[in-house]
């Protein structure tokens, strides 16, 4: 998370703001008890999820990049949880089924959060980001290119804003608590790769409005686009970032 000048709290060079408040704790676990199966947290910190995490009985891998916090929360886990000195863009996912939590260093939110989307055997992933990246990712107010290219593999939902004051030191924005779902069956079958690299040429194409984005990819009849837009009731004049999952979706198997 973003830093600041602060003789308590993390590293200013790792970014580190510790989550402290006991009500943000409890939303976490709650979160996690939904859930089934291992769990990985990226930046314990401390340990303030850690260690009522650990006391679940869960089998429990915490990666934390900071050397000295790694040991000292080595010691305090019981057996069953244990911490790995890594950078988590590095770390090497389990390949079983298993469950991702996380309070997210600000700065790099998007790119853990790339990492994590695709590493392809976790279920459910809690996690603690900007307030703002959590309702881009969960699509209020408009979806981003990275929520609309995952969106057939994952659901994103936002929970709740989580003061500043909940971190020491405090940053200087609110966080958000997200959750990222792998959905039992994709919305769009077959090639991941394809299906994206057609929202990236939507996202950025040239043209107002979605149709005549749409109509200058060169993968639409006119007359079939006209009445998928019809049937979707989307305006013509609507932008990539109004679509919803399913949208998104049915407009891949009309290109298909």
Same mark, same amino acid.
């Given at each position: 998370?973003?830093?600041?000048?602060?003789?308590?709290?993390?590293?200013?060079?790792?970014?580190?703001?510790?989550?402290?408040?006991?009500?943000?704790?409890?939303?976490?676990?709650?979160?996690?008890?939904?859930?089934?199966?291992?769990?990985?947290?990226?930046?314990?910190?401390?340990?303030?999820?850690?260690?009522? %995490?650990?006391? $679940?009985? !869960? +089998?429990?891998?915490? @990666?934390?990049? *900071?050397?000295?916090?790694? =040991?000292?929360?080595?010691? &305090?886990?019981?057996?069953?949880?244990?911490?790995?000195?890594?950078?988590?863009?590095?770390?090497?996912?389990?390949?079983?089924?298993?469950?991702?939590?996380?309070?997210?260093?600000?700065?790099?939110?998007?790119?853990?959060?790339?990492?994590?989307?695709?590493?392809?055997?976790?279920?459910?992933?809690?996690?603690?980001?900007?307030?703002?990246?959590?309702?881009?990712?969960?699509?209020?107010?408009?979806?981003?290119?990275?929520?609309?290219?995952?969106?057939?593999?994952?659901?994103?939902?936002?929970?709740?804003?989580?003061?500043?004051?909940?971190?020491?030191?405090?940053?200087?924005?609110?966080?958000?608590? %997200?959750?990222? $779902?792998? !959905? +039992?069956?994709?919305? @769009?079958?077959? *090639?991941?790769?394809?299906? =994206?690299?057609?929202?990236? &040429?939507?996202?950025?194409?040239?043209?107002?409005?979605?149709?005549?984005?749409?109509?200058?990819?060169?993968?639409?009849?006119?007359?079939?686009?006209?009445?998928?837009?019809?049937?979707?009731?989307?305006?013509?004049?609507?932008?990539?970032?109004?679509?919803?999952?399913?949208?998104?979706?049915?407009?891949?198997?009309?290109?298909?």
């Amino acid at each position: 998370m973003p830093h600041h000048r602060s003789m308590v709290g993390g590293r200013h060079e790792l970014g580190q703001n510790f989550l402290t408040d006991r009500t943000v704790i409890a939303s976490i676990e709650a979160l996690v008890a939904a859930t089934s199966g291992p769990i990985v947290e990226i930046g314990p910190g401390d340990g303030a999820l850690t260690l009522p %995490l650990s006391r $679940t009985g !869960r +089998p429990l891998t915490a @990666v934390e990049i *900071d050397p000295r916090r790694a =040991q000292r929360l080595q010691r &305090r886990l019981p057996r069953g949880a244990h911490v790995v000195n890594t950078d988590v863009l590095r770390y090497r996912f389990p390949r079983e089924p298993h469950v991702i939590v996380g309070n997210l260093p600000f700065h790099l939110t998007t790119t853990i959060m790339r990492r994590v989307l695709a590493a392809d055997r976790w279920e459910s992933a809690v996690l603690l980001v900007q307030w703002e990246v959590a309702r881009r990712r969960a699509g209020v107010g408009g979806a981003t290119l990275l929520t609309a290219s995952w969106w057939p593999w994952y659901d994103f939902a936002l929970h709740s804003r989580v003061p500043a004051r909940a971190f020491r030191p405090a940053p200087s924005v609110d966080g958000g608590l %997200l959750t990222m $779902t792998r !959905r +039992p069956e994709p919305l @769009v079958p077959g *090639d991941r790769h394809a299906y =994206q690299a057609f929202v990236q &040429r939507v996202f950025t194409g040239p043209g107002r409005g979605l149709r005549e984005v749409l109509t200058r990819t060169g993968h639409f009849d006119r007359a079939a686009l006209r009445d998928w837009l019809r049937a979707e009731r989307v305006p013509p004049y609507a932008l990539p970032k109004d679509l919803t999952a399913a949208q998104w979706a049915s407009l891949w198997r009309l290109v298909r």
